[in-house]
């Protein structure tokens, strides 16, 4: 999917959703990618697609982390039945079900764990972090 394609398809997404903002990862690409997404919807509101809406804020994360430290916290909170999905997600499903660390980047869980993140109680992942690393220390900090 080329660089249109994919600012289209996320604009139309968040005007499907009603989002109020929309995440990139910044280390890879932020200011590219805040640029797609004005051009995309810029587009959209000159086919009159956007009905008068305002572009969702564009939110940077930076992945400082691997793929497989920065799901944990998020896979917790799964786990604790904190995290649900409505509707079919079959494709990110699948991906989260199969992925191994070291396999490459599987997309719609990557950005579902930089969403969820952004979504999550800071308390809520300090917390979850926290008990993940004590238990790789067997209880010892």
Not at 71 to 77: C, R, S, T
Not at 111 to 133: K, M, N, R, S
Request: aromatic letters at 4%.
């Amino acid at each position: 999917m080329g660089a249109n394609d994919w600012g289209l398809t996320a604009c139309r997404l968040a005007l499907a959703l009603k989002a109020d903002a929309i995440v990139v990862e910044s280390n890879y690409g932020g200011d590219m990618a805040r640029q797609v997404l004005s051009q995309a919807w810029e587009q959209l509101r000159r086919d009159g697609t956007t009905a008068g809406q305002i572009m969702p804020r564009v939110l940077e994360v930076t992945a400082k982390v691997g793929k497989r430290l920065r799901a944990e916290p998020i896979a917790q909170l799964y786990e604790q039945g904190l995290i649900h999905h409505v509707g079919a997600r079959v494709r990110l499903e699948e991906q989260m079900a199969t992925w191994v660390v070291g396999m490459d980047s599987p997309d719609r869980m990557d950005a579902a764990v930089h969403g969820l993140t952004e979504l999550a109680d800071p308390d809520q992942l300090a917390a979850v972090a926290g008990h993940i690393h004590d238990d790789r220390l067997g209880g010892r900090r």
